[in-house]
C-alpha cells in the first residue's frame, strides 16, 4: 500500500485536534482534561524540535562554510541573503499597508463594542505582559540589538538558544576552519558533518510523531479561545490581515516561478509539512529543523546555503510578522487614534516595522511586542497603549499562526533564490527516510 504523504497525515491531526478542542470545550471538565492529558504532547514534540535547533544550526552552518571553501563566497552569499530578506520585507509591509488602507477594517467600529473589549482585555495579564516586555526592550540603547550578536559565553547562547549568537560563533568558527587549512581543519570538519548528519536523522524520527503532536497543540489552542462574541466582531480585520499574507504567500510562489523556474504547486507540496507545523507551533525557531530538512532534502537547495539562509532568516526574516505590524499598528489607530493617521507616520511605519521585524524573537505572540514598539515611534499616547493591544488580543493567536507560516516559507523562498543565483539549486534531491539504515541494525 502506498504510504500517506506526511502532509496529509499532519492534516488529519490537525483536523481531528480541531474537532476534539471543540467536543472537549463544550463538556464540563472537558478543558481540564486537554490541559492535564492532551496538551503535554504538544510541549513534549517543541522541546524535541527546540533541542536540536542549537546543535542543529552550528553543524549546518560549519559545514556549510567549510564546504564553500572559499571566504569571498560566504560573503557574497550573505550579502544577497540579506538583500532579498529587505526587499521581501518591505514587499510585505507595502501589501499589509495598503490594504488597511483601503479596507479601513478600524473605520466605523461601535463604541459599545470598543467598551466591550476594552473591559475584557485592557487590564489582561497577556496585555500587560506584552507591554512589559516592550518597555524591557526598548529601554536598551540603540545598538544593543547589535552588542547582543556577539556572544560572551557560548554555552549561555546555547542554553538561551539565542540564535543570532550562535549563527555568530558558527560562522566564526568555520571561518577559521577555512583559515587553518584543509589537513589541520578535517578532524573537526568531520565531526561537524557527522553531527549534521545525526541531527537531520533527528528530525526524521521526530517527525514521525508529528501527526499526534498537531493534535495536541491545535485542540489546545481551540480550548484557549473563550470569548467568540469578541472574535467575531474582529473578524474584519482578522480577514484584512489573512487576505494580506495569503497574498504574500502568492507573491512567493511568483518568485519561486519566475526565478527558480520551479513549478508552484510543487514548491508547496514540498514545503508543506513545515508550513503545517509553523501553524501549529506559532514558532519559526521550533519549525526551524523542519525548514531545513524540506529545503534541503525536498526543494533540492544544497546544504552550505540552507544552513545559512535559513537559521537567519527565521530570526531576521519575518514578512508575515511585518504585515500584521503594518495592518495592526493602522487598525488600531483607525479605531482609537484617528488624528495619528498622516502619510508620515505611515512612512515611520514601513521603517520600524522592518527593524521590529527583524528584532522580533521567532516564537508565539513576539510579533506583538515589538508592535508596540512600532507604535510608540509614532508617538501613540501611553495611555492608549493597553486599549491598543486590547483591541487586537483576541485574534492575536489565530494571526499569529497564520503569520508563522508566511514566515517559514518567506525563508524557504528566499533559500531557493539564493541557491539558484549560485548555482546550488538541484533538480532531483533524494530525501532521506529514518529508515534508510534500519536493517543493517536492528
Ligand atoms: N510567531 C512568529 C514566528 O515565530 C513571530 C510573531 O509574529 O509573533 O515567526
Same mark, same amino acid.
Not at 472574535?231 to 510562489?253: D, E, N, Q
Given at each position: 500500500?502506498?504510504?500517506?504523504?506526511?502532509?496529509?497525515?499532519?492534516?488529519?491531526?490537525?483536523?481531528?485536534?480541531?474537532?476534539?478542542?471543540?467536543?472537549?470545550?463544550?463538556?464540563?471538565?472537558?478543558?481540564?482534561?486537554?490541559?492535564?492529558?492532551?496538551?503535554?504532547?504538544?510541549?513534549?514534540?517543541?522541546?524535541?524540535?527546540?533541542?536540536?535547533?542549537?546543535?542543529?544550526?552550528?553543524?549546518?552552518?560549519?559545514?556549510?562554510?567549510?564546504?564553500?571553501?572559499?571566504?569571498?563566497?560566504?560573503?557574497n552569499?550573505?550579502?544577497?541573503?540579506?538583500?532579498?530578506?529587505?526587499?521581501?520585507?518591505?514587499?510585505?509591509?507595502?501589501i499589509?499597508?495598503?490594504?488597511?488602507?483601503?479596507?479601513?477594517?478600524?473605520v466605523?467600529?461601535?463604541?459599545?463594542?470598543?467598551?466591550?473589549?476594552?473591559l475584557?482585555?485592557?487590564?489582561?495579564a497577556?496585555v500587560?505582559?506584552?507591554?512589559?516586555?516592550?518597555? =524591557?526592550?526598548?529601554?536598551?540603547?540603540?545598538?544593543?540589538?547589535?552588542?547582543?550578536?556577539?556572544?560572551?559565553?557560548?554555552?549561555?547562547?546555547?542554553?538561551?538558544?539565542?540564535?543570532?549568537?550562535?549563527?555568530?560563533?558558527?560562522?566564526? $568558527?568555520?571561518?577559521?576552519?577555512?583559515?587553518?587549512?584543509?589537513k589541520?581543519?578535517?578532524?573537526?570538519?568531520?565531526?561537524?558533518?557527522?553531527?549534521?548528519?545525526? $541531527?537531520m536523522?533527528?528530525?526524521?524520527?521526530?517527525?514521525?510523531?508529528?501527526?499526534?503532536?498537531?493534535?495536541?497543540?491545535?485542540?489546545?489552542?481551540?480550548?484557549?479561545?473563550?470569548?467568540?462574541?469578541?472574535?467575531?466582531?474582529?473578524?474584519?480585520?482578522?480577514?484584512?490581515?489573512?487576505?494580506?499574507?495569503?497574498?504574500?504567500?502568492?507573491?512567493?510562489?511568483?518568485?519561486?516561478?519566475?526565478?527558480?523556474?520551479?513549478?508552484?504547486?510543487?514548491?508547496?507540496?514540498?514545503?508543506?509539512p513545515?508550513?503545517?507545523l509553523?501553524?501549529?507551533?506559532?514558532?519559526?525557531?521550533?519549525?526551524?529543523?523542519?525548514?531545513?530538512?524540506?529545503?534541503?532534502?525536498?526543494?533540492?537547495?544544497?546544504?552550505?546555503?540552507?544552513?545559512?539562509?535559513?537559521?537567519?532568516?527565521?530570526?531576521v526574516?519575518?514578512?508575515?510578522t511585518?504585515?500584521?505590524?503594518?495592518?495592526?499598528?493602522v487598525?488600531?489607530?483607525?479605531?482609537?487614534?484617528?488624528?495619528?493617521?498622516?502619510?508620515?507616520?505611515?512612512?515611520v511605519?514601513?521603517?520600524?516595522?522592518?527593524?521590529?521585524?527583524?528584532?522580533?524573537?521567532?516564537?508565539?505572540? =513576539?510579533?506583538?511586542?515589538?508592535?508596540?514598539?512600532?507604535?510608540?515611534?509614532?508617538?501613540?499616547?501611553?495611555?492608549?497603549?493597553?486599549?491598543?493591544?486590547?483591541?487586537?488580543?483576541?485574534?492575536?493567536?489565530?494571526?499569529?499562526?497564520?503569520?508563522?507560516?508566511?514566515?517559514?516559507?518567506?525563508?524557504?523562498? $528566499?533559500?531557493?533564490?539564493? =541557491?539558484?543565483?549560485?548555482?546550488?539549486?538541484?533538480?532531483?534531491?533524494?530525501?532521506?527516510?529514518?529508515?534508510?539504515?534500519?536493517?543493517?541494525?536492528?
Amino acid at each position: 500500500m502506498k504510504k500517506l504523504a506526511m502532509h496529509w497525515k499532519i492534516i488529519i491531526g490537525m483536523i481531528l485536534g480541531i474537532i476534539f478542542g471543540f467536543i472537549m470545550n463544550s463538556i464540563d471538565g472537558g478543558r481540564e482534561f486537554v490541559g492535564d492529558w492532551v496538551a503535554p504532547f504538544g510541549k513534549i514534540f517543541i522541546n524535541l524540535l527546540k533541542l536540536i535547533a542549537v546543535p542543529l544550526i552550528l553543524a549546518s552552518l560549519i559545514k556549510g562554510v567549510t564546504d564553500l571553501k572559499d571566504i569571498s563566497k560566504i560573503k557574497n552569499m550573505g550579502l544577497r541573503t540579506i538583500g532579498i530578506y529587505v526587499a521581501t520585507t518591505l514587499v510585505a509591509i507595502v501589501i499589509g499597508l495598503s490594504i488597511v488602507n483601503i479596507v479601513k477594517p478600524g473605520v466605523g467600529m461601535p463604541e459599545e463594542t470598543i467598551e466591550k473589549i476594552k473591559l475584557r482585555y485592557a487590564n489582561d495579564a497577556g496585555v500587560a505582559d506584552k507591554l512589559m516586555k516592550a518597555s =524591557a526592550q526598548k529601554d536598551a540603547g540603540p545598538l544593543q540589538s547589535l552588542v547582543d550578536i556577539f556572544p560572551s559565553n557560548i554555552f549561555q547562547s546555547f542554553v538561551e538558544a539565542s540564535m543570532l549568537q550562535v549563527i555568530f560563533f558558527a560562522l566564526f $568558527v568555520g571561518i577559521c576552519l577555512l583559515l587553518i587549512g584543509e589537513k589541520k581543519a578535517k578532524p573537526l570538519v568531520d565531526f561537524f558533518d557527522s553531527l549534521n548528519e545525526v $541531527v537531520m536523522k533527528m528530525v526524521d524520527l521526530i517527525m514521525l510523531f508529528a501527526p499526534y503532536a498537531v493534535f495536541a497543540l491545535l485542540a489546545n489552542v481551540i480550548i484557549a479561545f473563550d470569548d467568540t462574541e469578541i472574535l467575531i466582531k474582529l473578524l474584519y480585520y482578522a480577514f484584512c490581515v489573512v487576505g494580506g499574507l495569503i497574498l504574500m504567500i502568492g507573491f512567493y510562489l511568483l518568485l519561486v516561478s519566475v526565478y527558480t523556474k520551479k513549478s508552484p504547486l510543487w514548491f508547496l507540496k514540498q514545503i508543506s509539512p513545515a508550513q503545517l507545523l509553523a501553524f501549529s507551533t506559532s514558532s519559526s525557531a521550533a519549525t526551524l529543523p523542519v525548514t531545513m530538512e524540506r529545503v534541503e532534502e525536498h526543494l533540492g537547495v544544497d546544504g552550505e546555503v540552507a544552513g545559512f539562509v535559513l537559521p537567519v532568516g527565521a530570526t531576521v526574516n519575518m514578512d508575515g510578522t511585518s504585515l500584521y505590524q503594518g495592518i495592526a499598528a493602522v487598525f488600531i489607530m483607525q479605531v482609537i487614534w484617528p488624528e495619528g493617521l498622516t502619510f508620515t507616520n505611515q512612512l515611520v511605519i514601513v521603517a520600524t516595522a522592518l527593524l521590529a521585524s527583524i528584532g522580533s524573537a521567532a516564537v508565539p505572540s =513576539a510579533g506583538m511586542v515589538m508592535l508596540v514598539i512600532v507604535l510608540e515611534s509614532i508617538g501613540f499616547p501611553a495611555e492608549l497603549l493597553p486599549i491598543g493591544l486590547a483591541l487586537i488580543f483576541a485574534v492575536d493567536r489565530p494571526l499569529d499562526m497564520c503569520r508563522t507560516v508566511v514566515n517559514v516559507t518567506g525563508d524557504a523562498t $528566499v533559500s531557493m533564490m539564493v =541557491a539558484k543565483s549560485l548555482g546550488k539549486l538541484h533538480d532531483n534531491p533524494q530525501a532521506k527516510e529514518w529508515d534508510d539504515n534500519y536493517e543493517d541494525v536492528k
